[in-house]
């Protein structure tokens, strides 16, 4: 019971290198981790460390390397269905402001539709008794 309480671990991820144009393992991010906070690697599956000296031999291992060189490879696809999804929100989010506009405006067109429903009435009234009071007066007259 209490196992299904604990988080998943956090997956590690190497770090992209500028000068290089390489995915990197990620040193200082481990090295400034003042809690041993376990993590998980993508390498292997069930692969965990927890502190720098894990961590360290971790990226010793043959799949681990064979994981950072092909890193960019593999998770290209990923990273443009992420970029592709970013996309997407930023669309869904222009077109629910549009969306929010119509029904801004549709709101506004149904007030002032009610409005002019009200004047109808009032005027078909007024029309009704100016009728009713020439009658009247058409009776006085005879
Ligand atoms: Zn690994």
């Known amino acids: 019971m209490a ?6 671990p956090p997956t590690y991820t190497p ?8 995915f990197e393992d990620n040193s200082s991010f481990v090295k400034r981790e003042r809690k041993f906070i376990q993590y998980k690697c993508s390498c292997k599956s069930g692969t965990l460390f ?3 000296s894990q961590w ?9 390397q064979e ?11 990923v990273d443009d269905l992420k970029i592709e999804k970013n996309d997407l929100l930023a669309k869904n989010g222009v077109l629910e402001n549009k969306i929010l506009n119509l ?3 549709n709101k506004t067109l149904t007030d002032q539709n009610e409005k002019l429903n009200e004047i109808k009435t009032i005027v078909w009234r ?5 009728n009713h009071l020439l009658n009247l007066l058409n009776d006085c007259d005879k």
């Open 15 to 22: 770090q992209f290198n500028e000068n290089s144009g390489k």
């Open 103 to 105: 029904e801004n405006k």
């Open 50 to 52: 927890s502190g720098y």
């Open 126 to 130: 007024r029309i009704i008794q100016k």
């Open 56 to 64: 360290k031999n971790h990226i010793k291992s043959k799949t681990h």
């Open 3 to 8: 196992n299904q309480l604990v988080a998943d």
């Open 67 to 77: 994981y950072i060189v092909n890193y960019e490879k593999n998770n290209k696809e």
